[in-house]
T-cell receptor
Framework: KAGVTQTPRYLIKTRGQQVTLSCSPI?????VSWYQQTPGQGLQFLFE???????NKGNFPGRFSGRQFSNSRSEMNVSTLELGDSALYLC????????????FGPGTRLTVT | GQQVMQIPQYQHVQEGEDFTTYCNSS?????IQWYKQRPGGHPVFLIQ?????EVKKQKRLTFQFGEAKKNSSLHITATQTTDVGTYFC???????????FGPGTSLSVIP
């Protein structure tokens, strides 16, 4: 099976702009989660989608949003970018059955200048 | 809110020495997972523990889940340079709750 893919891999944006990141999960996985990883804060949970519905949400401002399509592909959007949004954004998909392990994509490295 | 802590933050060992990282949750967990992230890479699933007091082994790695299901540990025997990376524990309160990752323990192995 193909792994989790994320596009783009690298992105440079300016403060105030918006950005959309894409994630394609492993075939058959209906759950997709998004994480923000920074050196100081580790892996912070953003949100989880299951069958097009947001199942869980982390403690991020409303500028961070996401959605999932019927083919389980997911996108996350960050509006009005701030310098502090510079991070590695990781997407992970997981199966519906035990042990629900998460398979991570390579991430999108976002730099906000 | 739920918090997951890990100690130590960093560990430098000589090749061949043992290594242990500890994970503690502020709440009881339904399960705990361990992931390894190599430098420049993404987290890779290692194992999941579900039962109170559970112990699982993968070659030189031994994973334990505490009796109260609030703490866990990962022990590596006779470290090798291939063990270098950051080890994260991650837990959920229930199977449908969000996964909370610990801050990770970064392991360096000196050859």
């Amino acid at each position: 099976k193909a792994g989790v893919t994320q596009t783009p891999r690298y992105l440079i944006k300016t403060r105030g702009q918006q950005v959309t990141l894409s994630c394609s999960p492993i075939s058959g996985h209906r759950s997709v989660s998004w994480y923000q990883q920074t050196p100081g804060q580790g892996l912070q949970f953003l949100f989880e989608y299951f069958s097009e519905t947001q199942r869980n949400k982390g403690n991020f401002p409303g500028r961070f949003s996401g959605r999932q399509f019927s083919n389980s592909r997911s996108e996350m959007n960050v509006s009005t970018l701030e310098l502090g949004d510079s991070a590695l954004y990781l997407c992970a998909s997981s199966s519906d059955s035990f042990p629900y392990e998460q398979y991570f994509g390579p991430g999108t490295r976002l730099t906000v200048t | 809110g739920q918090q997951v802590m890990q100690i130590p933050q960093y560990q430098h060992v000589q090749e061949g020495e043992d290594f242990t990282t500890y994970c503690n949750s502020s709440t009881t967990l339904s399960n705990i997972q361990w992931y390894k992230q190599r430098p420049g890479g993404h987290p890779v699933f290692l194992i999941q523990l579900v039962k109170s007091g559970e112990v699982k082994k993968q070659k030189r790695l031994t994973f334990q889940f505490g009796e109260a299901k609030k703490n866990s540990s990962l022990h590596i025997t006779a470290t090798q340079t291939t063990d270098v990376g950051t080890y994260f524990c991650a837990g959920r309160k229930t199977s449908y709750d969000k996964v909370i990752f610990g801050p990770g323990t970064s392991l360096s192995v000196i050859p």
